[in-house]
């Protein structure tokens, strides 16, 4: 009886060792989380003017404010709204071979330059809305383009310069690379809430609220930054 004991118990303690034991040849199924703050591409980043349907939207790439170098999203000294556009390379991304891409967590963060005037409550209250677009090169029909999806509110106040505004992306860009898996280019469109052409004279006249461009050098940590928590799986 007492041997019976004893090998029974010898058999469990082997059972637990191999269940239990990693043997050199295993492999982690999953690697280890990694977060990356990607940086706009201040070469294409940009803000457009709409002038209406006669006339075609002016594309620039960026205003230069007393501040830094700066992406207008309001309305323009001839009362004609403003948009914003963010670019960013996720290359880096690209999950090595036999493994797939897991992404936990986006942010998006931008910083602000200054607030002119009062684009959030003249004729009543606007919020900046943000939206995933088609990457691609600005022109004309960048202003208006469907969007991929709605992102939600990135901003409902101004007047903090430096203050950063952020906003979680991670299910649209989580669909977007998953819909887009061979696209290294994010890009998204800032705007008012609201933000259609206004007759002048109007209180939103040269209303607009300013964020650094990535095109900014003097002030590289205030760049629109996309930050990615994520990890590659077996």
Known sequence: MKSTLLTLISFVALFLFNGCHKYDGDEDETTK???????????????????GTIF?????????????KALCIGWSENSNPMRGFLSFDI?????PTGEKLIIEDVTLSVFEVNTNLLPFTTDGQR???????????????????????????????????????SLKV??????????????????????FEGDTNVTTP???????????SGDEES????????????????
Request: hydrophobic share 30%; glycine share 4%.
């Open 202 to 212: 109007s209180n939103l006249k040269n209303a607009m609220w300013l964020i650094f």
């Open 127 to 165: 919020v900046v809305k943000c939206y995933l677009v088609t990457y691609g090169t600005l022109a004309n029909e960048s202003f208006n383009l469907s969007p991929l999806a709605d992102c939600g509110t990135i901003a409902t106040n101004g007047y903090n310069s430096l203050k950063e505004h």
């Open 170 to 191: 991670t299910t649209p860009v989580k669909q977007f690379i998953a819909d887009n898996p061979t696209n290294k280019e994010i890009q998204f469109r800032l705007q």
């Open 219 to 234: 002030k590289t940590d205030y760049r629109p930054r996309l930050r990615i928590k994520y990890h590659f799986e077996k």
């Open 91 to 95: 290359s880096q991304l690209t999950p």
């Open 33 to 51: 989380t990694v977060t990356k703050n990607f940086i706009s591409e201040g070469a294409k980043d940009g803000y457009m003017e709409y002038r």
């Open 56 to 68: 075609r939207p002016l594309k620039f790439d960026f205003y230069s404010h007393s501040t830094g």
